[in-house]
């Protein structure tokens, strides 16, 4: 009896103590982010690439709908071949403003993947030298509305990890 209750205390006396050692961490990825300057400089330019495709667009649409309303203001004794050119022309301009709205879609995606391909990580080897550091044993994204419980011991170091960034 007393030998099973020694090698019961025998397993459970590691699990207590490696409990005791287990680090969690949550940072606060997005607030990381926005504090950072390099974060700004891919909105602004993000932004500025946006207005410039929606002014583009503006044009476009402009012209469809000028060619649609003089497809509407067509006489009914029309001509059919007259009629059926205008119909493949706003066919055609309609089919172009769609390629043209996809083209600046996958352009602006693509550009956001650029930009903030270096700043996530960036962040991501200040939060892996942050636990390494302090002696994590994991750390997780700070996301209150996924998040349903936790209490201590985890620890919110999203100011290491701005610190580690040189940032405030």
């Known amino acids: ?4 209750l020694l090698l019961a205390f025998a ?17 606060n990825v997005d607030g ?17 690439t946006s207005k410039k495709y929606e002014a583009e667009f503006q044009k476009l649409q402009d012209e469809m709908k000028r060619l ?12 059919p071949a007259i009629r059926e050119r205008k119909t493949r022309e706003l066919a055609d301009y309609d089919q172009k403003l ?13 550009m956001q993947t650029e930009l903030m391909g270096p700043i996530t990580a ?3 080897q200040a939060v892996e030298s942050v636990g390494k550091e302090n002696g994590y044993s994991l750390v997780q994204v700070m996301e209150p509305q996924l998040t349903l419980y936790h209490a201590a011991p985890v620890d919110d170091i999203t100011p290491l990890v701005k610190a580690k960034l040189g940032i405030k």
Do not use: H, W
Request: with cysteine.
């Open 68 to 79: 649609y309303d003089e497809f509407q203001k067509m006489d009914e004794n029309e001509l």
């Open 11 to 27: 397993f459970i006396l590691p699990l207590c103590a490696s409990a005791q050692t287990f680090k969690m961490g949550l940072v």
């Open 1 to 4: 009896m007393i030998k099973k």
């Open 32 to 48: 990381v982010m926005q504090a950072m300057p390099e974060f700004s400089e891919a909105q602004a330019k993000l932004a500025d």
């Open 98 to 110: 769609q390629t043209f709205q996809q083209t600046a879609m996958q352009d602006l995606q693509r």
């Open 122 to 124: 960036k962040i991501s």
